[in-house]
């Protein structure tokens, strides 16, 4: 059943867990996330980026989205716009059906001037007010993402600021926070602590504390009612990048979010999980090998399945660390 983001993350918060937030460009992608879900009784969050749209096309990713729907009735599903950047795109979400949309309004009305706070209320305010006269719930997004130890907010397109960032930049801070959500009335808010988008988020092997967990905890303990949303959380699968690189890929040394800093995260008030670059990742090595070991294949279902199970064996361990699992 299709479910707003609110009802799901209501119930996360009440039963302490986290959920992924898996993003959706093809039917592989669909149905290792139902395929893993069913597995391990979850409920599920889908979202669509502006790249999807790009991609497949709005109306396929929505019909998409309902076919798993119809598949699996007994699992709830919420359908997220991921990262909108105006009014305009949330609102024709909202009339394609989606029960969620992002209003990222964090990098000002250019898409690349961070700090432009008044601009964010503003737009994000409005979308709120539209939004839930459907029923939909709305996520918003205070801060920078950009890794700590890079100073850069990643490589997705669109969706991250210019050059290099300070510090306070890459850090929601709290008392912004409380204000921004009264002010604007979101469900859930992005917050910036730490990580960015992509697979290059940490040079080197991360260890101890490598996200802002005591800037979450403060975060929290501002906006206890609003639900935390942590984008950019995959944690790069060393086997995986393994895998692409001995059959033909050259993705240099790169490191991703450790679930256990998740997890910390979770703890803290953190409900929706951001993944994307993980399953690109399974899927890529999947399919790389699939090829490179049966090299007289050429009917494309053959490495497509492979792909759907890599990400099905990432959607299952995250569904289980997060536990989300027996919630649906
Ligand atoms: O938010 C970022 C996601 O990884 C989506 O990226 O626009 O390339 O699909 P995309
Ligand atoms: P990753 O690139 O870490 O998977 O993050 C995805 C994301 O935040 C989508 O909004
Ligand atoms: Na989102
Ligand atoms: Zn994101």
New binding site residues.
């Given amino acids: 059943a299709l479910i707003s983001l609110r009802q799901l993350l209501d119930h996360a918060a009440e039963h302490d867990y986290g959920v992924p937030a898996y993003?959706v460009n093809n039917l592989e992608q669909m149905r290792a996330i139902m395929l893993a879900a069913e597995q391990t009784d979850s409920p599920v969050i889908v979202?669509a980026?502006a790249g999807a749209r790009k991609y497949a096309g709005a109306p396929f990713l929505r019909h998409l989205i309902l076919a798993a729907i119809e598949e699996f009735p007994h699992i709830p599903v919420v359908m997220h716009q991921?990262?909108g950047t105006s009014m305009p795109v949330c609102q024709r979400s909202i009339q394609l059906g989606f029960s969620s949309v992002m209003m990222d309004g964090s990098l000002g009305e250019d898409g690349k001037t961070p700090m432009d706070y008044d601009y964010n209320v503003a737009v994000t305010k409005s979308v709120v007010d539209i939004a839930h006269a459907c029923g939909v719930s709305v996520e918003g997004e205070l801060g920078c993402l950009g890794s700590l130890e890079t100073g850069t907010a990643g490589e997705?397109d669109g969706i991250g600021a210019e050059g290099i960032l300070t510090h306070d930049q890459m850090l929601t801070d709290p008392d912004e926070a409380l204000d921004f959500v009264k002010a604007t009335g979101v469900d859930a808010l992005a917050i910036a602590c730490g990580?960015s988008?992509?697979a290059y988020k940490f040079s080197r092997p991360p260890t101890g504390d490598i996200l802002a967990i005591d800037r979450i905890k403060a975060i929290h303990a501002k906006i206890p009612n609003t639900h935390l949303v942590m984008?950019?959380?995959?944690s790069v699968p060393q086997e995986w990048l393994k895998v692409i690189n001995e059959f033909g890929g050259a993705i240099p040394e790169t490191y991703?979010v450790p679930v256990e800093q998740i997890l910390e995260g979770i703890k803290h008030g953190v409900r929706k999980v951001?993944?994307?670059?993980?399953l690109r990742l399974a899927s890529t090595g999947a399919v790389r090998q699939f090829l490179a070991q049966n090299p007289a294949e050429f009917d494309p279902r053959k490495f497509l399945q492979a792909s759907t199970k890599a990400m099905t064996d990432i959607c299952l361990a995250r569904y289980e660390a997060f536990g989300t699992a027996g919630h649906a």
Avoid: L, R
Wanted: no cysteine; proline share 0%; glycine share 16%.
């Fill in positions: 993003n979202q980026s991921d990262h997705e990580t988008h992509g984008h950019g959380s995959s991703g951001n993944i994307d670059t993980d």
